[in-house]
């Protein structure tokens, strides 16, 4: 089975603290993401890589960092955190199939980020 | 741009009732189509998918039919049970882009089943 590990479940953090949110997939897959789950709105893309050292911004990348070294791990950092950074972060990855994409998310158990 | 609108819950329904949530999208060319699952303390899992104009995705008894005259992709069961209890997504992966496209979600329906 497909597994995507995220290293916290639950993290508190103060205002201005470095986070680092990480995640590892063991299936060999060319493409991971980072999305922020808030209620009402979905999950919204933050970055996501589809290659050792490439990085792309999603949609709503301000504030946040990521870092890819090796295949199997892709990092997601608050470089300084707030307040309305507090939120449900999920990792996923994806084998990178034909074009167009019919490939399938496989997603990580979700960090609950709380800044104070 | 291109989005995916679903129906807002909270959805409650009784054992053994019909269910649907409506799913309609936007987007130029042709997307494929997912319905993702939350359950309870787990991270999302693919339950359906259908990558072109009336295909039909099926999986654990639920059903969509991807419907490019309506853009729709609504979600269906005959009969729910108390363990489809979850958050359910419709999204789409958009097209013309490279193998690493976005995946674009709707904002979740909630759908909660009584005993």
């Known amino acids: 089975d497909v597994k995507v590990t995220q290293s916290s479940r639950y993290l508190v953090k103060r205002t201005g603290e470095k986070v680092f949110l990480e995640c590892v997939q063991d299936m060999d897959h060319e493409n991971m993401f980072w999305y922020r789950q808030d209620p009402g709105l979905g999950l919204r893309l933050i970055y996501f890589s589809y290659d050792v050292k490439m990085k792309e911004k999603g949609d709503i990348p301000e504030g946040y960092s990521v870092s890819r070294e090796k295949k199997e791990r892709f990092s997601l950092i608050l470089e300084s955190a707030s307040t309305n950074q507090t939120s449900m972060y999920l990792c996923?990855?994806?084998?990178?199939?034909?074009?167009?994409?019919?490939?399938?998310?496989?997603f990580g158990e979700g960090s609950r980020l709380t800044v104070l | 741009g291109n989005s995916v609108t679903q129906m807002e819950g909270p959805v409650t329904l009784s054992e053994e009732a019909f269910l649907t949530i409506n799913c309609t999208y936007t987007a130029t060319g042709y997307p494929s189509l997912f319905w993702y699952v939350q359950y309870p303390g787990e991270g999302l899992q693919l339950l359906l998918k259908?990558?072109?104009?009336?295909d039909k995705g099926s999986n654990k008894g639920f059903e969509a039919t991807y419907r490019k005259e309506t853009t729709s992709f609504h979600l269906e069961k005959g009969s729910v049970q108390v363990s489809d209890s979850a958050v359910y997504f419709c999204a789409l992966s958009e097209p013309g882009y490279s193998s690493a496209s976005k995946i674009i979600f709707g904002s979740g329906t909630r759908l909660s089943i009584r005993p």
């Open positions: 996923a990855s994806s084998f990178r199939g034909p074009i167009p994409n019919t490939g399938e998310l496989f």
């Open positions: 259908a990558t072109k104009a009336d």
